[in-house]
């Protein structure tokens, strides 16, 4: 998708993007392009693979949800930044928090905020876990990409959820993880939508799992990652 396809696309989601917009998200792919070759930030690096998979990808998330309020938002393993620093460029309403366990990574991220000058968004190192853990109901949205399955990613994330808020997976295949949901009644969460479409281009599926969380999570959640793991939900 080279970048007048990218605009194309987004104006079919109602998104304009104003020139500051534009010359962010270029400065963003450059600094990835240079720090991808020091540290392991992505696998996808040609240009029109990052404005397809990267930036258009993390912004469809404004198919589930109205991104337009200043939402306050949590992106669990963010990695180099997907989706948590695109919405952040589009949507400069919005109030982010990007988690990620790699530290290196945090610190490509902090260079990111600092030079995009973007601000009312901050970068944490720490495992979700912990980080929730000491972030319980504070979030009105909560949102990962390509982190773990279904039942591990929603007992690290929903505890951070606010009552009544969201979690909303952004996931390519569903068809297995969506087989038994049971799990969600632990977490006090039910599954309200799944919004499907098929990313531009490539044409390949795409997932957002709506996720409402009904009531305050149990205490014991999220456990420790060995017990997540070896015991999921
Ligand atoms: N969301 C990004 C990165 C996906 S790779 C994208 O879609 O491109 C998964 C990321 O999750 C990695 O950066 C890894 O360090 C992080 N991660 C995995 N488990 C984690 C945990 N328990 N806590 C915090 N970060 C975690």
Known sequence: MNKDEFLEELKKINIELTKIQLEQLDKYYNLLLEWNSKINLTRIIEEKEVYLKHFYDSITLIKAIDLNNSLTICDVGTGAGFPGIVLKIVFPNLNITLVDALNKRIEFLKLVINELKLKNIEAIHDRAENFIRNNRNKYDLITCRAVSKLNIISELCIPGVKVNGYFIPMKANIDEEIQ??????????????????????????????????????????????????????
């Open 180 to 233: 038994n949901l049971e799990f969600l009644n632990k977490l006090d969460s039910k599954l309200e939508k799944i919004v499907s479409f098929n990313l531009p281009v490539e044409n390949s599926i795409r997932n957002l799992l709506v996720i409402k969380k009904i009531k305050d999570t149990n205490s014991i959640y999220p456990r420790n990652y060995d017990k997540i793991i070896k015991r999921p939900l």
